[in-house]
């Protein structure tokens, strides 16, 4: 059963600050994706990883960063957190392309 | 660019049937699926469809394509209150790695 877990579900940060959300899944899935959710907004995709140490940007690259030092593990940074960066944040996992992309729960982050 | 829309929101009755509509850009779509988030979860892939089929059945779920219009439904027959959620078409095609997700469309089943 593929698992993809988040670190945190719900985090509150304060404007500025550096915010690190982490990702892991455990089917040793070449591809990573980190999306924001807003209501009326759908998914947007943030950044993706197709491998180790490779990244691409996605729709809505400003202000965040990624980090793939492990197949396993991929990290969604925001440098300095700003108050329109309040959102639900949803990483997924997939093998190949046309293969299912699987979820995790969310973290949902406030910033004030 | 791709751009895949959805209606806002749908209230059926339970029992009766329910569908959910999507229209998309982009006619190198190669997979087209439907994800389902129930409050507080992530998004779990309900079904997909490839562009060269125009229907898929799968127990109480339908799935229509119309290529030439570029229209993709979701039917869900004899709709349950556990049916409520929100339910998102995404697409894929050459050429670009990740899913495009339209807006989403929550469902709500009245008893």
């Known amino acids: 059963d593929v698992k993809v877990t988040q670190s945190s579900r719900y985090l509150v940060k304060r404007t500025g600050e550096k915010v690190f959300l982490e990702c892991v899944q455990d089917?040793?899935?070449?591809?990573m994706f980190w999306y924001r959710q807003d209501p009326g907004l759908g998914l947007r995709l943030i950044y993706f990883?197709?491998?180790?140490?490779?990244?691409e940007k996605g729709d809505i690259p400003e202000g965040y960063s990624v980090s793939r030092e492990k197949k396993e593990r991929f990290s969604l940074i925001l440098e300095s957190a700003s108050t329109n960066q309040t959102s639900m944040y949803l990483c997924?996992?997939?093998?190949?392309?046309?293969?299912?992309?699987?979820f995790g729960p969310g973290t949902r982050l406030t910033v004030t | 660019g791709e751009d895949v829309e959805q209606s806002l929101f749908l209230s059926v009755r339970e029992g009766d049937s329910s569908v959910i509509n999507c229209t998309y850009t982009?006619?190198?779509?190669?997979?087209l699926y439907w994800y389902k988030q129930e409050p507080g979860a992530g998004l779990q892939l309900l079904t997909y469809?490839?562009?060269?089929?125009d229907m898929k059945q799968d127990q109480r779920l339908t799935v229509l394509l119309n290529k030439k219009d570029k229209h993709l439904s979701l039917r869900i027959a004899d709709t349950q209150t556990g049916d409520s959620a929100i339910y998102f078409c995404?697409?894929?095609?050459?050429?670009?790695?990740?899913?495009?997700f339209g807006s989403g469309t929550r469902l709500q089943v009245q008893p």
């Open positions: 089917m040793d899935h070449e591809n």
């Open positions: 995404a697409e894929i095609h050459t050429g670009r790695r990740a899913l495009t």
């Open positions: 997924a996992s997939r093998l190949y392309k046309e293969d299912e992309q699987y």
């Open positions: 469809i490839f562009s060269n089929m």
């Open positions: 990883s197709y491998d180790v140490k490779m990244k």
């Open positions: 982009d006619s190198s779509s190669t997979y």
